[in-house]
């Protein structure tokens, strides 16, 4: 009776709901039967003896969820019942009446616990928390546990976040396009705010609040001066207030030349006072409006945006005067140490060379924060040696969410596995243990801001981030914010069936898919320490001679793979450019030497012969060429896997993500023939028999042009200088989906 109950909801719940993927991760379909039994039987109803914001969303979460989980009501009730699961923040009369305060004693703010407690022969699950907001994320993990079918009446569970700041920077212009954005435009309707809020506004702060997110950036780094304009201001404040219920903070990508521009100042010198006087007054006006304002991110003095150095001054005065403007409301700044200055012998050297000098100049209230990698977000790159050099200033990560580097929104690559290499990374700054996560977390560096960002990708798009398993990297990086060391395979699983369903026939071998699918990317775009090689201004496909007159050279493919008729790769060693040194020992003998660099970073850290031995016997030419082969291999077996699939979830999903496969395939033997045929035209060298064999021309694929009207949405501003336009005579397909 009970699966029949079951299947008739399944079949309700698949016609009320399209499977568009508007719903993320956030689907509460019925559950399967044995959970659906347990669940209806050990809770009965919701009480919470405080009206607050963030509780009225955490009992309506719940109440959605039961009503999609096993299909009742369950009631919100103003007395404790037997089976209620009860809402208690520190320090509340509920809290206190059922003795839980000291447990709560000492916790994160943002930390919750989970446990059964028994009274008066009633039974309760009492999710608690110090803060409204840390029940919230208590309740979404509760979710979570019956979702995933790891839920017990019994289970007791503690958890707290690793990071304070867990946030989301949006490269999104006041326009509503997205630098490097592959999911539509822009989900913020400026023109509209503050008299319209967007639905989507909540269930974006809603889907951030089940997996941790508690900060953003709405506007893009390079950052229009408006955005702290008059104008301007109702507009954030619409958004703050929307995202309050749930925990995330409102902070703000700003333009260090603001005071001239907005202000009608003469300049923006950080050390003149009527400059400083004007950010003062700017951040007072803020937290008139919005009193929980986060503070400030900032790129300055890269990619021609403007900061202290045009006045002569260092990255420490710009970034310090600012954070003298925030400091009396509790507001941080968050400086980028995304810099590279184009004369330099190695743009790896750069953003080391100008920020590991001022360690521990920065004022308290000033985090830096650094990509995981020295350049860019390549698709694998060693972690950046200021994790380990910074030690007396606060220092964050910034991870890639947007797949600019990994085949946009059309290529399945789940990127967790990326940012766990990062963040368990060993730097040796005290000696083993010393994890990029662990100099990161506060662990290690106590008493300072500690932080984590990832670059967003979402859209406005249905289904917010174009590619269906696109979502996977925004609850990876939120998840694994709260917890690093969560495995990438658990945050798989957890989201495979919260998102799709959880039949082991799908999960398994989709789990495996998404695991295999960063080292797949890697392999068939720049496998062995290779990076860069992409066209240049696009990102996207494969064009390693490009040449562009007057581009800078550190921006051009040749600059990074340094291919001639002797070898390739760049060479960071004490016989090149001493980036190796960089890194603290014993890392920095390990890079240095050919024989223990890792393999997969060879060419990162060593130009080395054609011929060169690999460990396991091949020519480095053949390794190569086997490299760019098991990636093709692995996107068709994906193709494959997927294919099976068909049947176990909705025909919508299926399909669209199936047709991504299929250009993710062509793409990949774009890349392997692109390079590989460029590549021999230097090596002289065949592709070993027992491979594939290339299936075009290596003129034909340099004619290839993106066709750059449908990718609107990611051209960085910077692009559209008129030297840098691409030639017109150029012919571009009409079919964004074919390139060749
Ligand atoms: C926001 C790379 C990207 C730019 C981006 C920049 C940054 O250069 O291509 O689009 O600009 O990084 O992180 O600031």
Known sequence: ????????????????????????????????????????????????????????????????????????????????????????????????????????????????????????????????????????????????????????????????????????????????????????????????????????YIQYARANASIGINGMTPNNVNADPLILSDEFLPKLKALADVFRPYGVRLFVSINFSSPRIIGGLPNSDPFEENVQQWWKTRVNDIYRLIPDFGGFLVKANSEGQPGPMDYGRT?????????????????????????????????????????????GLYAPNVIIQAKQGAVDFQPREPFSPKFGAMKKTALMVEFQITQEYTGFSNHLVFLAPQNEETLRAETYAFGPGSTVARMTDGTLLPNRINAIAGVSNIGAETNWTGHHFAQANWYAFGRQAWDHELSSEQIANEWIRMTFTSDPAFVEPIKQMML???????????PLGLHHIFGWDHHYGPEPWTDVPGARHDWLPRYYHQASKYGIGFNRTRSGSGHVDQYNQPLSDKFNDLNTVPE?????????????????????????????????????????????????????????????????????????????????????????????????????????????????????????????????????????????
């Open 315 to 359: 990255h420490v005065d710009g970034a310090n005067m600012i954070a003298a403007a925030l400091q009396p409301h509790g507001g941080i700044v968050i400086w980028r140490s995304f810099v590279y200055e184009p004369d330099g012998i190695d743009r790896a050297n750069e953003a080391y060379l100008e920020f590991v000098p001022y360690d």
């Open 600 to 740: 997969n970073l060879l060419l990162w850290f060593h130009h080395v012969p054609w011929d060169h031995k690999m460990r396991n016997g091949r020519t480095l030419w053949a390794e190569m060429a086997h490299k760019y082969q098991e990636g093709v291999d692995s996107v068709r077996s994906f193709q494959r896997t997927w294919d099976r699939m068909e049947g176990l979830i909705d025909s919508e999903r299926f399909r669209h993500v199936q047709s991504r496969l299929r250009i993710q395939s062509r793409d990949a033997i774009w890349w392997r023939d692109a390079v590989m045929l460029y590549f021999q035209t230097y090596s002289g060298m065949p592709i070993p028999h027992e491979l594939e064999r290339p299936i075009h021309d290596l003129e034909d694929l340099k004619r290839v042009r993106l066709p750059l009207r449908h990718f609107h949405y990611w051209l960085p501003h910077f692009y559209w200088r008129p030297a840098l336009r691409p030639n017109p005579a150029d012919t571009r397909p009409e079919d964004p989906s074919r390139y060749f």
């Open 516 to 526: 295999s699918s960063w080292e797949t990317v890697v392999n068939y775009m720049m």
């Open 1 to 200: 009776m009970r699966s029949l109950i079951v299947l008739v909801l399944m079949v309700l719940s698949l016609a009320a709901h399209s499977e568009d993927g508007s719903r993320l991760w956030l689907r509460y379909e019925p559950l399967q039967a044995e959970m659906a039994g347990i669940v209806a039987g050990s809770i009965s109803s919701i009480h919470a003896d405080l009206s607050q914001p963030s509780l009225d969303v955490a009992v309506d979460e719940l109440q959605k969820a039961f009503q999609g989980f096993i299909g009742k009501n369950v009631p919100h009730t103003a007395r404790l019942q037997d089976r209620s699961v009860v809402l208690a923040v520190k320090g509340s009369r509920l809290a206190t009446r059922l003795g839980i305060n000291a447990e709560l004693q000492g916790m994160h703010r943002d930390g919750f616990i989970i446990r059964p407690i028994v009274r008066n022969r009633q039974s309760y699950i009492v999710i608690a928390s110090p803060t409204q907001v840390g029940v919230l994320y208590g309740v979404f993990h509760l979710l979570r546990t019956i979702k995933v079918g790891d839920f017990s009446p019994g289970m007791t569970i503690k958890s707290e976040p690793k990071f304070d700041l867990r946030m989301l920077n949006h490269w999104a212009n006041l326009d509503g396009t997205i630098e490097r954005g592959y999911a539509g435009p822009s989900i913020w309707r400026w023109d509209e705010l503050p008299e319209v809020i967007c639905p989507r």
